[in-house]
């Protein structure tokens, strides 16, 4: 993590925001964030007058619920002051970001060039789609939004938990607004969640996704531990030892699993045409450059979260009391984000590492994953190993062979895609 608050450090760091906090227009069984209205609080700076303006969604969140236009001026101008560079990323999830309503994000785009001094703004938009019409398709086409679209497959895998709050299934709904982009010429990917229902159907999901015009996918994998055994009295994020977790939980190979499946699926028909994010990130790695996935990345603490409040928090993962750093409207931004408690954060990622993954050959590749799925009692070890260690072993290694002629290729001038005939003849030999 960044040392100091230099401008040559500040762009080191990339802000979530979540303008309505956990508030959805779903209630998904999976979600680790609608748990989160017993830890963010609400503060009088976030009071304003009016409730939000959602469209065709029939949710209503509070005024003192949404971030209000002082904090989200304050948040725009602070995150362009922070970064050193002229390309900016604004990045807004939930919960369910349309619930802030089309005149928020107009509010957001008339700050974004009243504060944004000439550089390149953009902005990224994790929604899962029901409220979308046409007026929002358009003001994202208008505003060049980059939308990501939540879809965890087929519809009887992905209404299985993506239902309404009054228990409805959604992907029919979701399907329209993907169609919608289509028509508006709006960018966006797919996120989909791994679970208990749809790790074993990594190929089918994948054609499934690709045949609704997604052409840029993300696949996140879901491990939740149960609730009441999360966290200790001093609010940190402590799961109990040996903690049972969620039945929608994917298996500890699954994910593993259903990754290879997708990679064979696109190897042999989509390379160029079609991008998998984890493919990116470790072919990327291949070359000698960051991973774009912080999964992968040797330290954590550089993706933050601004909840509606003005409150920052460590990481969207670790929004619990202990890992609050303060609040935007009393501390300025960069010195949140290259805090000391901000530095612990990101460098424990590395530094509480079993020596079986110090040791493992893949553990160049992930640094032991996501700190948050660090699970699993190793009899020896002082801390604790991944639930998704299996998972990533078989992930790294399956790809391996691909990735190291595809990286040799783009070395040499050419493309990835130059490398498939050598790879063709592989399979055959």
């Not at 709006?186 to 996704?209: A, C, H, M, P, S």
């Not at 390379?271 to 000698?288: E, K, N, Q, Y």
């Not at 530094?351 to 660090?374: F, I």
């Amino acid at each position: 993590m960044a040392q100091s608050s230099s401008l040559s450090q500040q762009a080191r760091f990339h802000m979530m925001a979540k303008p309505t906090s956990y508030r959805c227009n779903l209630k998904c069984d999976y979600c680790f964030y609608l748990e989160k209205e017993t830890v963010v609080g609400n503060t009088s700076a976030n009071r304003c007058s009016s409730t939000a303006n959602t469209a065709t969604s029939s949710i209503t969140v509070p005024s003192s619920d949404q971030m209000s236009d002082a904090t989200l001026k304050r948040y725009v101008r602070h995150y362009i002051a922070s970064q050193n560079s002229n390309d900016i990323d604004f990045s807004w999830q939930g919960g369910e970001p349309t619930l802030a309503g089309l005149d928020f994000y107009r509010s957001v785009v008339k700050y974004q060039a009243q504060y944004g001094a000439g550089k390149n703004i953009t902005n990224s938009f994790q929604t899962n789609a029901v409220a979308i019409n046409r007026q929002w398709a358009q003001f994202f086409a208008e505003h060049k939004f980059l939308i990501g679209v939540s879809v965890d497959g087929t519809p009887d895998v992905h209404d299985k938990y993506r239902i309404s709050v009054n228990g409805k299934p959604t992907f029919e709904r979701v399907k329209k607004a993907i169609e919608l982009l289509l028509e508006y010429q709006v960018e966006f990917n797919i996120l989909t969640v791994i679970n208990d229902q749809n790790w074993n159907k990594g190929r089918e999901t994948y054609r499934f996704l690709t045949s609704l015009g997604a052409r840029h996918l993300q696949f996140i994998p879901i491990v939740e531990v149960q609730p009441q055994y999360q966290a200790n009295s001093s609010g940190h994020y402590s799961p109990q030892k040996d903690a049972p977790l969620t039945h929608f939980s994917v298996p500890a190979d699954g994910y593993g699993q259903f990754m290879s499946e997708v990679f064979d699926e696109w190897l042999q028909h989509d390379v160029g045409t079609v991008f998998v994010r984890m493919f990116d990130s470790i072919l990327a790695t291949w070359l000698g450059y960051p991973a774009s996935v912080c999964v992968q990345s040797k330290q954590c603490g550089q993706a933050m979260v601004i909840e509606a409040n003005g409150d920052i928090y460590s990481c969207d993962h670790y929004v619990y009391p202990a890992n609050k750093l303060g609040n935007i409207a009393s501390t300025d931004l960069v010195k949140l984000a290259t805090s000391k408690q901000q530095q612990r954060f990101g460098n424990a990622k590395s530094q509480k590492l079993t020596q079986q993954c110090q040791q493992c050959e893949v553990h160049g590749l992930c640094y032991g994953g996501c700190p948050k799925h660090r699970l699993v009692t190793v009899a020896g070890e002082k801390h604790k190993q991944n639930y998704l260690c299996s998972s990533y072993q078989q992930i790294f290694r399956h790809t391996a062979p691909a990735m190291h002629m595809m990286s040799q290729a783009i070395q040499q001038g050419g493309t990835a895609a130059d490398a498939l005939p050598y790879l063709a003849q592989l399979r055959s030999a």
